[in-house]
């Protein structure tokens, strides 16, 4: 005798299995890099012989971590900045303007998303080293230039998530506002900026944390002597290998996430992503 199969319920099932597949392989790493942060020997062994915070006073006693992180914390701040500044007006144009070449324009700036860092990092370093010697000013291995290098991973962030603020914008909110005697500049601050704000935070987030945590180009950028977070952790697993770095990581993910909670607190991040 045969027996109907409910198609519905297996997709559902099989979706939902699919679904926590995909959440065990984004958060098992999370959680055993967690773990082994509090972990009390030296060499990382399992099962663990007990548990301690030492590893956090560690990390936070060693020079290069803390000038790592003070340096990334700079230029993913100035990035930011600076990527918000093009980013704003580069999705108002290509979202509100038709001229040629606009769907062109569109995917060159979300290109950074798409490059290999190494190809990119190869890419902006042959650029400054050509712009140096054509100028004769001191790119290659400054502050600014790494900013700069770094502006352009947080533009793509920044005007992805503005269009998507903007593609559920009512203009004849603002057009109604010209009307009743509103300059342009009025209106954008007054009705549009306010609306566009979500996918402002939200671009500049994701642009901070994508340049907080950059390692290609950076590689390619930083002058010697100067170093970022990423780069200080790569330098000292050439050397050892102990929980320093778990904690190193877990310092790192609990900065992001409290940014990310305390950003959501006022502006609703999951309007816009």
Request: aromatic share 10%; hydrophobic share 60%; proline share 7%.
């Amino acid at each position: 005798m045969g027996f109907a199969v409910d198609t519905r319920r297996l997709g559902r099932w099989a979706l939902n299995a699919v679904a926590c597949i995909a959440m065990a392989y984004l958060l098992v790493p999370l959680v055993s890099v967690t773990w082994l942060a509090f972990w009390s020997q030296e060499i990382p062994t399992f099962p663990p012989e007990g548990y301690t915070f030492a590893w956090f006073g560690a990390a936070l006693a060693q020079p290069k971590f803390v000038g790592g992180f003070l340096t990334s914390l700079q230029v993913g701040i100035a990035a930011t900045a600076l990527g918000v500044a093009l980013g704003v007006p580069a999705a108002l144009a290509l979202a509100r303007r038709g001229f040629p070449g606009r769907g062109a324009l569109n995917q060159f700036l979300l290109m950074p998303l798409v490059v290999p860092g190494v190809v990119l990092g190869t890419a902006i370093y042959v650029f400054q080293v050509e712009a140096e010697i054509a100028t004769e000013w001191p790119i290659l291995g400054s502050v600014p230039g790494l900013i700069a290098g770094h502006a352009l991973i947080v533009i793509p962030w920044v005007v992805r998530l503005i269009g998507a603020s903007l593609a559920g914008f009512d203009r004849s909110i603002e057009e109604a506002a010209l009307n009743l005697g509103a300059g342009p500049w009025t209106a954008f601050f007054r009705i549009t900026l306010p609306s566009i704000r979500p996918g402002i935070v939200a671009g500049a987030l994701f642009g901070f944390v994508t340049s907080f945590g950059n390692l290609e180009m950076s590689l390619f950028l930083i002058a010697p002597g100067m170093t970022t977070l990423p780069i200080a952790i790569l330098q000292y697993l050439e050397w050892r290998l102990d929980p320093t770095i778990a904690a190193v990581s877990v310092m790192q993910i609990a900065l992001i996430a409290a940014a990310m909670l305390v950003t959501d607190r006022y502006v609703k991040l999951a309007r816009v992503v």
